[in-house]
């Protein structure tokens, strides 16, 4: 096997496991769990699942000279990921998938407007696409859904695209060990307090199910991390939207959705934006080098 085509199923594989997680914060939040719960839980597993790999790198993955950034920088994930998950709860996967990828759109603009990089006529088409799909995706008139929930992934996708450019800022001074010890330690530290004055006891089967999700992030990670390993970028990260697919499937498997024609649509347009975007900031960085 070729390592691209490797690097493709990696992915692929890596999109439908995070869909599955999605899925599964779904079930246990319709189940009447907060989402600063699910996030509590599904970071304490995730913890520990990494234990054996921060042991591996020693104290000397702790040191940074920007603490405060990187608390500031994981206050914002943490509303971020709260937001996204009472999101869940709301509206289909597939929708929720599908305005996730709005990220890479607004955080292409963030660099453009706020850290002064290279503003071209082909990045403002590939921004101003995704925007058209958005549009497409919550336009009542067209079946498209704008309620709460679709509020809520926005505004979570946003916080994660400032996120996003506060780590592209970041990964020049900290190692990217450094950034991921520091941003599950502190969502796990930060959502605990809050979550007891929500918090419900889970079952066997939903304590399960939190073991579950936390386990999956490091998977995913892991599985990602391979992924690009393999292959060129613009051939691999594309394959990482079959995330719309595989959230439709288990939205109607698991929870009877069925994805409109505004959520395929807008979806499909958001995600050509954003491949389009991919390949041109590509080319950016391959000719700056």
Known sequence: MKPVTRGILYMIAASALISANDAAIKVLITQGFHSLEVVFFRNFFGVLAFLP???RLG???LRTERFGFHLFKN???TTSIVAYFWALGLISLADAAALGFMQPIFSSAGAILFMGERSRLIRWVCIATGMGGMVILLSPGLSGTLNMGTLLVIGATIV???VRLMTKNLIRTDS???IVIYLSVTVTVLTFIPSLFVWVWPNFWQWVLFIAIGASGSACHWLMTEALK???VTAIEPMNYTRLVWAAFFGMLIFGNVPGLATWVGGAIIIT???LLLRVETRERQRIS
């Open 273 to 275: 934006g954003a491949i």
């Open 176 to 178: 990217a060990s450094t």
């Open 160 to 162: 994660g695209a400032c």
């Open 59 to 61: 104290m000397a993955s």
């Open 53 to 55: 790999f921060y042991w």
């Open 75 to 77: 206050l914002l994930q």
């Open 230 to 232: 393999h292959g060129d």
